[in-house]
């Protein structure tokens, strides 16, 4: 079984300050874990994936996260906010090795505000 | 990179019509492809599962004669919302799965069934 839990559901920051989105994961197999972000009425785009490779992983758009086995967590940071990165962001979990990639189990959802 | 087109983006239907949704992988073939259902201010709830030439696989709680899923070819799944009510509203997202390309999502459609 596999389950992702994101500990806010909704975080405020001012543009410029770093950003902090935290998620913890359960899973009975070394997870695949993602990080998309969701723009209002819009599909889910990619912003990192961990596939037990580096454990730091590099997304896009500045965005990283580091997956800690020790406290089943992968937060996702970025140093400095942007206007453009006010949506919506949801952890994911995968069953399963690189090999056999299964179902995707999604958080609830962490709603980033961004302030001037 | 990998493109699934989602078509229509937006539809409006009448309650016990039934709706087709489209969901089209572009310049690669998928072999997998997952539907998720995704209520206001929600997450993404996976409905069911369809592989290439094989009945969909539902999620518990899913009714399979409701939500028809077709993927009769490598590049186009389907899903047709039958006899809809306005309780199925809702945002509609196909992500298409490869070895090589992993999860592709297209960009959803917003059903309203008035």
Redesign the interface.
């Known amino acids: 079984a596999q389950s992702v839990t994101q500990l806010d559901s909704h975080v405020s920051v001012s543009e410029g300050t770093p950003v902090l989105l935290r998620c913890n994961y359960s899973s009975s197999y070394s997870p695949s874990l993602?990080w998309?972000v969701q723009h209002p009425?819009?599909?889910?785009?990619?912003l990192l994936?961990y596939t037990s490779a580096a454990t730091l992983v590099k997304g896009i758009n500045g965005f990283e996260a580091e997956f800690k086995k020790s406290e089943t967590s992968f937060h996702l940071t970025k140093p400095s906010a942007h206007m453009s990165d006010a949506a919506e962001y949801?952890c994911v979990v995968s069953a399963g090795t690189t090999?056999s990639?299964g179902?995707?189990q999604?958080?609830?959802?962490t709603q980033v505000v961004v302030t001037p | 990179g990998a493109v699934v087109s989602q078509h229509p983006s937006r539809v409006i239907c009448k309650s016990g019509t039934s709706v087709k949704i489209e969901c089209r992988s572009l310049d690669f073939q998928a072999t997998t492809m997952f539907w998720y259902r995704q209520f206001p201010k929600q997450s993404l709830m996976l409905m069911a599962t369809s592989n290439e030439g094989s009945k969909a696989t539902y999620e518990q709680g899913v009714e399979k004669d409701k939500f028809l899923i077709n993927h009769a070819s490598l590049t186009l799944s389907t899903l047709t919302v039958t006899s809809a009510h306005p309780e199925d509203s809702s945002f509609y997202i196909c992500s298409a799965h490869t070895g090589e390309t992993g999860y592709t999502f297209g960009s959803g459609t917003r059903l309203t069934v008035v």
Do not use: T
């Open positions: 993602f998309y009425n819009k599909g889910l785009q990619l994936k949801f090999d990639w179902k995707l999604f958080g609830a959802g």
